[in-house]
């Protein structure tokens, strides 16, 4: 399987802009869901770790509500890139308006940020989940091997290396932040507090440029011509097929039947023996 899906230069394009589209959304789930507690409470120390797990929590449950309510409103769009097209600009701007907001210690501004950014990321991440099945619908027996690949290295590459870049991007901020500046402003204080945010801001401009780069071959609501053709032709193919089927086994059984009426068939009939 992994050979057929390499072996296409289409399914190559696919599955790199698979790739680049998800580097966003799982960078932002692993930030958002398991960086910001312990950043909150071990390395920037403004609350306590239950209070920032218990922070945590609420914004779970509201990414959940968000994230029912974003997969229903996709089916309503004509594409499915429509909904995450939107999405997507709110998680370049949204994290790191985040990080700024960490900057107040207020609980209030923290707890906003997050709830900005998961609402965002449920508006990508609400229709993501059937947007990668149907990007191979051009071959639907590669399905499960893209989406598996894709969504696999996506996450290991972008996601699971998250909280070490955002970390060391973290102390890099507070290398370049100099405390005794005399003129402070937004760009010599704000912004070097930023570059964990603005690094997946950037790979939310690569998702963006991805999703013009998938050729999506399903359109949501009434599906795209070709697909359809296709479907009629199967469907027409496979009623007559099922018709043939009826009229050969019709066919034999009037043959069979004409059998034995020409022999006189009696169900007593034994073969003679052989000796």
């Known amino acids: 399987a992994i050979y057929d899906l390499m072996s296409s230069p289409f399914q190559r394009r696919q599955l790199a802009g698979m790739i680049g589209i998800l580097s966003s959304t799982t960078s932002t789930f692993y930030i958002l869901f398991l960086f910001c507690p312990v950043f909150l409470s071990e390395v920037k120390g403004v609350m306590t770790q239950t209070e920032a797990d218990s922070m945590n929590i609420a914004v779970v449950g509201m990414y959940i509500v968000f994230l029912l309510l974003c997969g229903q409103t996709s089916d309503k769009f004509e594409h499915r890139r429509d909904l995450i097209c939107i999405g997507l600009p ?7 308006v985040m990080f700024s907001m960490f900057e107040t210690g207020s609980y209030v501004g923290i707890f906003l940020g997050q709830i900005i950014l998961c609402f965002c990321l449920a508006l990508v991440t609400g229709g993501m989940a059937a947007m990668e099945v149907e990007l191979w619908m051009a071959d639907p027996t590669l399905s499960f091997t893209g989406v598996a690949v894709g969504h696999n290295v996506a996450a290991t590459l972008f996601g699971g290396t998250m909280p070490l870049l955002a970390t ?11 405390k005794n500046e005399m003129h402070p402003n937004f760009f010599n204080t704000l912004v070097p507090q930023m570059l964990p945010g603005l690094y997946v801001s950037f790979l ?72």
């Open 90 to 96: 709110g998680i370049i701007v949204a994290c790191p």
């Open 168 to 178: 060391g991007l973290y102390y890099q901020s507070v290398v370049l932040v100099d």
């Open 204 to 275: 939310g401009l690569i998702s963006l440029f991805c999703v013009y780069v998938v050729k999506h071959p399903h359109d949501v609501r009434t599906g795209s011509r070709k697909l359809q053709a296709a479907v009629l032709e199967e469907n027409r193919k496979f009623k007559e097929r099922t018709t043939k089927k009826k009229k050969r086994r019709k066919k034999l059984e009037a043959q069979l039947q004409n059998m034995d009426a020409g022999t006189g068939y009696n169900e007593n009939y034994q073969p003679p023996a052989i000796t």
